[in-house]
């Protein structure tokens, strides 16, 4: 049962952040960011991403099939989008601060007071027992992806979310500005939890479509694929890989990321490939932190 103390934050935060901005697909004041951690992110590889946009990029829809946490939607800030992925608990919480940000603020200011490991645990717990209504889980998933280790996200085989407590001095657990401004620039997207193979029913000539799979590992202990449960193999990358052709010809701008790997450079021979240099942090181990070579697939 709320309490009387939030039940009025809930009220204060819905006043301050409309439930849907008016201003469909317009531009936040401040540049909107991720409001996630990801696991491949693409926050520190923009200024060498936004040159390799195609010509007339803003008249086009953005169209993101593994939009993780976002980061070349959010730093464009389009104003039509269709983004998808196949983590339903991503897609809720998406979904829920485009709609209900001052709800979603509300209830992580319900949550962080008090984050501790112990905390943490019992949050964990509440969670993976599920039976929570649309709002409350996002703000849970948002918490989880705040407070535990690396913002790693990872299931086990009953699809239970089972990455530790990350060792953070101050985890900034409330971000309301960023959610307002997430918000905002999520008025233009339809977003919907779904496969890749998807958009060969949904993607329109004209379409600007970035692809940010899994990643191919580089080595037998590099992968982190298993994202979500099944985890993406090479079959997947060969099917993605038809996927991209069917849309090339479809007469989709087409952009995609991956490892520098023979396997994914004889995949997408037939293109052009660009080479970015990323720097890498989700690793237990300091020493296989820094950076590494990815490719950049272009069909422009």
């Not at 998406?94 to 200011?109: K, Q, S, T």
Request: aromatic share 10%; charged share 25%.
């Amino acid at each position: 049962m709320a309490t009387s103390a939030a039940v009025a934050r809930l009220a204060l935060a819905q006043k301050a952040v409309p439930r849907r901005s008016p201003r469909r697909g317009a531009r936040p004041a401040r540049r909107a960011a991720p409001f996630v951690k990801w696991a491949g992110g693409k926050g520190r590889l923009l200024a060498q991403l936004e040159p390799l946009l195609p010509p007339g990029v803003e008249r086009m829809r953005h169209v993101e099939p593994f939009v993780g946490g976002g980061a070349l939607f959010f730093a464009r800030g389009p104003q039509r989008a269709l983004l998808a992925d196949v983590n339903p608990e991503l897609i809720n919480a998406y979904r829920a601060i485009r709609d209900e940000p001052g709800a979603v603020i509300a209830a992580l200011e319900a949550l962080a007071p008090g984050h501790c490991k112990e905390r943490y645990y019992q949050v964990r717990e509440r969670y993976n027992a599920g039976g929570q209504a649309p709002l409350e889980r996002a703000a849970l998933f948002v918490y989880l992806n705040k407070t535990c280790f690396n913002g790693l996200h990872r299931v086990n085989r009953k699809g239970e979310f089972n990455v530790p407590f990350g060792r953070y001095k101050n985890p900034r657990i409330v971000n309301a500005e960023g959610i307002a401004a997430a918000s905002e620039v999520l008025q233009g997207a339809d977003i919907r939890c779904d496969g890749f193979e998807a958009l060969v029913e949904s993607a329109k000539p004209g379409d600007f479509v970035y692809f940010d799979p899994p990643y191919e590992p580089v080595s037998r202990t590099s992968s982190f694929t298993s994202y979500a449960r099944g985890g993406f193999s090479q079959e997947d990358q060969r099917r993605l890989r038809d996927v991209y052709a069917a849309l090339d010809k479809r007469g989709c701008k087409l952009m995609l990321s991956n490892s520098d790997v023979p396997f994914i450079r004889e995949l997408y021979a037939g293109w052009n490939v660009d080479i970015v240099r990323a720097a890498r942090a989700i690793n237990s181990n300091p020493n296989g932190r820094g950076k590494v070579a990815e490719v950049v697939v272009r069909n422009y």
